[in-house]
Each structure stands twice: as C-alpha cells, then as structure tokens.
C-alpha cells in the first residue's frame, strides 16, 4: 500500500535528472552527418571567371575552410572581418561558396568588403548547398587535407571561436597529414 | 527614480510573502491563532507591492522609458500605446512580473473568498501560496529583474516582437497564466489537506470552485493560442505539438482530470489519493512549463532568450516544490481504506477509467516532448519529434475516452450493469454510426477509404458525446412530473457537465472536418486573376502599399465571390517593420461558422507586373474548434453558478434577521 | 528585377493576359509533371514526411521557406525524373541533414521507446485501473480488522462532536 505512494516522486526525480543533464546541451547545434566523412564532390563555376571551375579535389593535400556566404545575408557582414583577418594574419586557407546569390552582387561585396578567399565557388541554385547539408548562411567547414570533413560552425564565426578552436584544429590536421 | 521604487516593491513583496509563507504555516502546526491570522492580510499586502511593482513597469512602458532594460529591449515610441502595454509581458523579465501578479491576485482571491473555511486550512492555503510565491519573486529579484537600468540611455528602443503585436498577444498570456497560476490554488489546497491530515468530502467542496474556473482560463488560454497562431502564422495551421504549446496543454489535460476526480471525491469520498496527485501533479506541469520556455533546453518558436543561469534555478525550483510535495504525498498520502465501494460496472469505474486515459495522453506528450532531450543526452543526436508522432498517439488514446465519456454520461453511481447500459445507450450507439458515418460516407466518396474511415470516426465519436450528454439529462428529467419543471429542478451542475461535454464533441467535429476537408492553392497571381477554389472564386485584386504606425504594408485585396455573388473581400498583409526582422504575414480571413476563407501573400513575382505567390484555402468548420472551448467554459461557468456554491451568500442574508442559518447542502 | 527595357513588352503582355481574361497563375509547385496522379500524390505525401529545417515545426509540404522550395526541388527530380524509390530519397536527405529532416521519428532501436511507450503507459494505465476496481470489490467483502474496528468508532465519535460544533 504505501510503495506505490513513492512512484511519482521517483518518476519525478527521474525526469529532474533528465533535464538538469538537457541544460548542460545545446539543441540549436544541429551536428552535421558528414564529419568524418569526406567532403561530398562538385564541380562549380568560380566567381569571378564563369568559364573556370572549382572542386574539391584542387584543394587536395591542403587544411581548409570552406565559407559558405551570400552577399544578402547580414550574418555574414558579422563575419566577414573575422575572415580577413584569418586569412590575412594566419596561414588559413579560406575558400568561399557564394550561395544562391547573384554573380554581379558577389562580386561587388567581395571588392567593397575584401576578399579573403583563396578561391571562390558560385553555387546560384544551392545544388551544392544540398550536398552539403546546408540551412542557413553563414556556415563554415574545417576540412582536413585527404578531403574529410572535420568540423562544421553554423552561424557567423567569432574572432573567440577563431582563435580557440579553428587555429588550434587547423594546425593538429596539419601536423597529422 | 522610479524604476527603482519598482524593485523596491518587489524586495517588499519577497519579505511579505516570506512573513506569507512561513508565520501560517508554522501557526497552523502548533495551533497558535495569531500567527495563522498572518495570512490574510500578508496576502493583501503582498498583493499590493506586486500590483505597484506592474504598475510601474506599465508606467515605464507608457512614457517610454529606455533608461529601463527591459523597455528598451521590447518597446518603441513608434509602438502604439496599447501594444507597449502589452510589452510588458511581451519578454521573459516582465511575464515573470505576470506570473507574479498573477499569483498574487489569485491569492488575494483566496484570501478573500476563504472566511468559511476553516481558519487552520486556510492558514496553510496561503502559506504554501506564499511559499511558491517566494520562489518566483526571488527569481526576479536574483535572475530577471524587470527594472535594471540601462545606460546609456538609448535615444530609441529595440521595439516588440513584430509577431507579438497583435491583439492575440493582449489577451492570450494573461488568460493562460490565469489558468496555469491558478493551479497553484488546487496545488495549495492539496498540500493543505496533506499537512492538515483531513482530506474529506468538504475539502473537495471548497476546491472545486477554484480548479473549475483556473481550468476555464486554461481552456481559454489554450484556445485563444491556438485561434491566434492560425490567423498570426500565414499558413492556416491552429495547432503544432510545440513543446511550449505542449507545455500548456499538459496541465489542462490533468486540471480535467482533476475536475472529474473532485467530483467524485465530493459525491461519494472516493479518490482522494488520486485527487491529491493530480492537484500536485497540475501545477508541476505548469511549473515544468515555465521551465521549459525558458531554460533553453528546448527550441521553440515561443522560446524566451535562453539563459541556462535562469534554468538551473527553475529547476531546482521545481525540484524543491515538486519533489517536496511529493515526498508528503508519498509520507502522508491518504489511506484508501474504508470508504465507500463500487461495482465493476459504475460511474466511478468509467470516471477512473477517464482520468487514466487523461493522464496516458499527457504522459504520451511529456515522452514525446522530452524524448529529443533524452537522445541527445545519451548522444544519439538530434531528433525531430513533431505532429506526426503526435498525431498518430494521441488520436487513438482520445477516442478510447471519448468512447467511454458516452457511457459515463448515463452510468450509475455505484453500481450499474452493462445490460442496463446497453438497453439505454444501443439508440445513441445506432444514432451515432448512422449520423456519423452517414455523413462521412457523403462528404468523403470521392477520396480514398482511409480518409473516409478517419472522417468516420471523428464524426461518430462526437455525434456519440452529443447524443449521450443530451440524453444524461433526459434521463434525470424522467423521473420528474412535468418536462418544464424537471428542467428547472436539475442543478446547474448537471448543465455545466453536458455543456461542456457538447464542446468537446463541437471541437472534434471542427479538428476533423478542417484535417480532412482543408482546401489549399499555392499559385502565383497577377491582378485580375481568378481561381477557383471548392466552389467559391477568388479574385487578386492587386497589392497597396500602406503605412501602418511602426510598420510598411503591401495589401493584397481578394474578391470573393459564390455562385456568382460577392460574399466576402479578403485583404492579407505584408508587413516590413521599420524595427527591422523578417517580413510578417497577416492572413486575409473571411470567418465563417461552416467555413473559413483564407488567403496570404507570399512573395512578390518576378515577370508579371504586381505578380506574387498566394495560398489560397477553404477550411470547413476551423471554427467549430474554438467555438467548443468556448462551450467548454461556458459549461464551467453554468457548473459554478450551482447552489451549491451559493450556501455562504444565503447564511449570510439569512443571519442578521436572526433566524438559524440552513444546513449545509450536498455533503 | 526587370530593366527598364523589358517594362514595355511586359505592360503589352499583361494587357493582353487580362484582355484574355482570367488565367491561373503559376508557381513552381503548380507547374509540375507528374507521370501519374498516384506519382503527384506520392510526391506530396513524402513532402509530409520530412521536415522543413528552418521553420518552426512545419514539413516540407506546407513550408515557405526558400530552402524548403530547393528540397521540394530536390525531391521532385529524384522522384519523377530519376525515378528514385521514397526510401532512397530520404536515404540522399538523411546522409546530408542527419536524422532531423525526417517529420516522423523513424522506428528504430533508439526510438522504441518513444513509438511503444504510450502503449506501455496505456498498458500500465489499464493494469491501474483493473487493480484498483478489484481492491474496491475485496474491500467489499473482507470484514474489518481490529484496528479499523477501533479507527471506525473514533471516527464515529468525532463526527458527532464536529456535527455538535457546527
């Protein structure tokens, strides 16, 4: 008789538990299927010269960043001075993925703003973006040199994230190629 | 200068509710009088400094004063007066102040209403009112406080939500927190009785006034929620199992619960143990609701900002209440030997058998909501649970109660047998296939079976309530004289019971003609362009700009027209505000009571001169759903306007002319 | 955006549209081929299935959203023109978005819990039910015990004097 009085503070205890461990999480973080997988292969055109194209093989052997961007999205002006000076004051290798933009509207925000992509990629319908496993912009990959992908940031990467965690990742990739 | 006086009312507010919370209870232990007569105006007080403290934070709001953080981060001079207002619990700071005033004023309301009962039980009432009350000011003072300053002062304000500026967001919070907050009176009349030791009949007589009308705020919270993102969200839905909807409906699942279970406490001394818990169990949900908004444990479009700091508190919060009460129930729950019995076949057994299917199905939506949770923490990843799964549990487990609410309306206390049962409800059982299923069979031919089988079922169900709480009353009136006289002799009780039983046989039939028979064009039109849509032609008329007081509009105009004549104009909006963030969509919505026409903007078209994308819908009966919350509360107020409730009203009429007062009704 | 060279041949094109009187608009979704109608139907109801990734609870068919169009875009050539199985298609979606683009949870080792459970709890809920209303009925016929015996009286004794009181 007085056994079962005790059940629903224990199935309460239980979800307690559950969701003091929830608080330590963060659901925003949608963790992306192809870390640990290598980099899913296309062939686009470039931004600036629509008859030459890029892939992902030209960057073999090499860490990287692959920036996905558009010239419409205001996060991406967040970011955009973090990228510079990445790829101006370290050894980043940035490559940009203009996505679902117009080519004259990239261009433009490239010369306005600065460019500190090594290449840049023009994907207008997304196609790539799909592969990728793209939602929103800015997203960022690390991809390691035999092409796997290591790591993904989605929203704007801050000069803290930078610093602490992609130079730090970039270079132990380096080191173990 | 203000401001300040602001926290300084909350600071006094905290020390009252501790004088509240502590001094009564303690009183009530030891038997000393004058500390149990604390409570009374302790509550008052308290009730006070809370009100000064929303006056004031209103008053910020009013004369726009952004030296306070939170008006500046949800107000604007452009924002019309009546919606500033409304900002006040448009963010996490002030719908905490809500929450509080909230409570405040439901334990004035007790405090008030509670001189015929007993002085120690009372006591204790509003000790424990006064304890969670402690909890939420304390929160606010610690974590969220309304009025910290901002400097330096900014010239303009962020500006509400655009998606909150609707008058949805006038009315909707404050109904379901009346609701939600209000559970915390069963809450403390639960805890009383467990501390008191005396958990009999009367105890259910003096709750059940207090549940029934929080469970109308929540019905009505809900409700109002539900109609409000249809015409807010641009897309027609009333309904999506996210976690913050969820997190409302919960409690009002187990507040149903709760009614029915003080019924039966009340009529025969049963379930008392039952009744305890689901009066703990109500306000847990509340609290768990509260937690779940705002700690950021979950993703919801309703989300405050999160802060993991102000989730950690909730949570002990709601580990300390929660959990302590029910540590008492378990040490002190009430024995359930003795008392009255019943048969197998019974009212009891049916009203038992409802309260477990109630609480299946919130058990069934806690799993569902938590479960995302429960993947990521064993690391499984992220996981999608929405309306499908939803959809899918919870029909089957409310049809199985509706199915048994047709018996239970005509089922004996006591002891009754599936043989008498099944003499009086073979018509309605035959009434309702033939109804039901006639009229799904007509309506869906055309479509495939499973369709026609859902319809079916949907129809059968609530024409079966209809038919079998009509006749409850039927049944109670035959052994009167007279039809008229019987009528007039049956206790608003008996009323308040099939009205609200008729609403929820009105909201089925809306949920299932609207899912079934929803009507959608998704097209581009240029103006002049027409279409057709389940027999009624809709005309784009073309897109206006307009300037709304904080906002800039493109307004689309349909004409409507059936049968050849015009019958409703539709003008959705656009709408870009100046405060920045996504565009907004405000649905063009001819309201029906057998159908809603419905139309919205999408985007503006490339090609065609003043093209856009349109959705365009026909929802049959959407507003049948609403209109059985409606009927739902309607039942609640008819039930407390029983004579029962009036006993104190007439002894104190009755007392001054001398005579003996009248015994007590219904026992 | 149309320059200022197109305008002219546009206005000519609407009078003559609505000279022609009322024509249905078109969008994408509208302007699809189906091999069949079961195929369209198909089509819409896996749309049901999965989940729009940047919206608020909605599925891939109800959404608005620019990437919801892409993946309706994405479905609709992998079904009608590559003539791909459902299952291969959320299969392609899955690998790229992880579990959470599918709207329904699948039905696999780490959600048995969540798809059985509420049979669980209605099983659990009935067992209630079934014990309680056979405890009402032993109740019925079991003679008191000694200490109920006594708890009766007392209670019998205080009743009246509460009755006295009042």
């Not at chain 1, 600065?114 to 023009?122: E, R, V």
């Not at chain 2, 209440?321 to 076949?345: D, M, N, Q």
């Not at chain 2, 100046?578 to 919205?600: N, V």
């Not at chain 3, 969008?27 to 139907?41: A, H, I, N, T």
Request: one cysteine or more.
């Amino acid at each position: 008789m007085q056994a079962r009085l005790w059940i629903p503070l224990t199935v309460f205890v239980a979800i307690v538990a559950l969701l003091g461990v929830g608080l330590t999480m963060d659901p925003e973080r949608v963790p992306s299927p192809l870390i640990g997988k290598p980099l899913p292969d296309f062939e686009v055109a470039r931004v600036d010269d629509p008859k030459d194209t890029i892939s992902p093989a030209d960057l073999e052997g090499q860490v990287y960043l692959l920036n996905v961007w558009a010239s419409w999205c205001r996060a991406c002006r967040q970011e955009h001075p973090v990228l510079m000076e990445a790829s101006r004051q370290t050894e980043l290798t940035i490559v940009g993925l203009d996505y679902k933009d117009e080519r004259p509207k990239a261009r433009e925000w490239l010369r306005r703003r600065g460019d500190p992509y090594a290449l840049s990629a023009f994907d207008p319908q997304g196609k790539v973006g799909i592969d990728l496993g793209v939602t929103g912009v800015p997203e960022t990959f690390v991809v390691d040199a035999e092409g796997i992908v290591r790591r993904k940031f989605v929203g704007p990467i801050t000069r803290q994230q930078l610093r602490s965690e992609i130079l730090p990742l970039v270079a132990k990739l380096r080191k173990s190629s | 200068m203000i401001p300040e006086l602001g926290t300084v009312a909350l600071a006094l507010a905290l020390c009252v509710a501790l004088i509240q919370g502590a001094f009564p209870l303690a009183g009530a232990h030891k038997g000393i009088a004058p500390w149990m007569a604390v409570a009374r105006p302790a509550a008052m007080a308290q009730f006070g400094f809370v009100a000064l403290a929303f006056v004031i934070l209103a008053y910020a709001f009013a004369v726009s004063d952004f030296s306070v953080a939170f008006v500046a981060n949800n107000s604007n001079t452009a924002l019309p007066i009546y919606y500033r207002l409304t900002a006040v619990w448009g963010g996490h700071e002030g719908s905490m102040l809500l929450w509080s005033f909230v409570l405040a004023l439901w334990t004035l309301a007790v405090a008030v209403f509670s001189r015929t009962l007993p002085a120690e039980f009372a006591a204790r009432v509003l000790g424990v009112m006064g304890l969670v009350s402690i909890g939420f000011l304390l929160f606010m003072l610690l974590t969220s406080n309304p009025f910290e300053r901002l400097s330096p002062v900014p010239a303009q304000g962020t500006d509400l939500n655009p998606l909150l500026q609707d008058i949805g967001m006038i009315i909707h919070p404050p109904m379901l927190y009346m609701g939600y907050v209000g559970m915390a009176v069963a809450f403390g009349f639960a805890i009383a009785a467990l501390l008191g030791g005396r958990l009999d009949p009367a105890w259910a007589r003096w709750s059940r006034p207090w549940v029934t009308v929080a469970w109308m705020f929540l019905t009505a919270g809900v409700a109002l929620g539900s109609w409000w993102a249809y015409y807010e969200l641009g897309w027609g839905g009333w309904w999506f199992w996210d976690p913050v909807e969820n997190a409302s409906f919960m409690p009002w699942l187990v507040a149903t619960a709760l009614i029915h279970s003080l019924a039966v406490t009340e009529k025969r001394g049963l379930f008392k143990s039952w009744t305890v818990l689901l009066a703990i169990t109500a306000f847990s949900l509340s609290l768990l609701g509260t937690f779940l908004v705002r700690s950021g444990v979950l993703t919801s479009v309703h989300a405050f900002a999160t802060d993991p700091a102000r989730g950690v508190y909730i949570l002990t919060f709601l580990g300390v209440v929660v959990g302590g009460s029910l540590l008492l129930y378990a040490l002190r729950g009430p024995s359930t030997l003795g008392g009255s019995t019943f048969s197998k076949v019974s009212r009891e057994t049916l009203l038992l058998a409802n309260n477990v299917l109630l609480m299946v199905a919130m058990a069934t939506i806690l799993l569902g909501t938590l479960y995302p949770l429960v993947i990521d923490a064993m690391g499984g990843g992220k996981l999608s649970v929405g309306p499908p799964y939803f959809n899918t549990v919870f029909v089957p487990i409310m049809s199985v109660l509706m199915l048994l609410l047709g018996v239970g309306n005509l089922a004996r206390w006591k002891q009754d047998s599936l043989g008498r049962l099944w003499r009086h409800l073979r018509l309605a059982l035959a009434g309702a296939v033939v109804i039901g299923g006639g009229g799904a069979i007509m309506l869906a031919s055309d479509t495939f079976a499973a369709k026609t089988a859902m319809v079916a079922l949907g129809l059968i169900l609530a024409v079966w309530v209809l038919i079998t709480s009509v006749q409850s009353l039927w049944t109670q009136l035959s052994t009167k004289r007279s039809v008229a006289a019987g009528l007039g002799r049956l206790p608003a009780g008996a009323y308040g019971m099939v009205l609200a039983h008729v609403g929820l046989a009105v909201t089925v039939v809306g949920i299932t003609m609207t899912t079934a028979f929803n009507v959608e064009e998704r097209l581009r039109m240029a103006p002049g362009d027409t279409k057709e849509l389940a027999g009624y032609t809709f005309r784009f008329e073309g897109v206006d700009r307009v300037r709304g007081p904080n906002y800039d509009a493109a307004t689309g105009t349909f004409k409507v027209s059936h049968d050849g004549q015009q019958v409703a104009t539709l003008q959705p909006e656009k709408r870009n505000y100046m405060s920045g963030g996504k565009p907004m969509t405000e649905a063009g919505i001819d309201a029906g009571l057998t159908r809603d026409l419905y139309a919205s903007l999408g985007q503006p078209q490339s090609g065609e001169e003043g093209a856009w994308s349109i959705r365009l819908y026909h929802k049959p009966f959407v507003r049948w759903i609403w209109l059985g919350a409606l009927f739902m509360v309607g039942g609640g107020l008819v039930a407390l306007s029983d004579r029962r409730y009036r006993v104190t009203r007439r002894r104190k009429a009755e007392a001054p002319a001398g005579e003996a007062p009248a015994p007590a009704e219904g026992a | 955006m149309t320059s200022r060279g197109l305008w002219l041949p546009l206005l000519a094109a609407l009078f003559a549209s609505a000279a022609a009187g009322a024509v249905d608009g078109g969008d994408p979704e509208s302007m699809r081929e189906f091999d069949s109608p079961q195929q369209q139907e198909r089509y819409w109801a896996l749309l049901g299935k999965l989940r729009c990734l940047v919206c608020q609870n909605q599925s891939l068919s109800d959404s608005d959203a620019d990437l919801a169009q892409d993946l309706r875009d994405e479905v609709y050539v992998q079904m009608a023109e590559k003539g791909k199985t459902n299952e291969a298609i959320v299969d392609y979606l899955v690998d790229r978005y992880g579990d959470f683009v599918l709207y329904r949870p699948p039905f696999e080792p780490s959600t048995y819990l969540l798809w059985l459970g509420p049979f669980l709890l209605l099983a659990i809920g009935f067992g209630v039910l079934v014990v309680v209303v056979r405890r009402r009925q032993q109740a019925l016929t079991q003679p008191l015990s000694e200490a109920e015996r006594a708890r009766v009286s007392e209670l019998l004794e205080n009743e009246s004097d509460e009755d006295k009181r009042e």
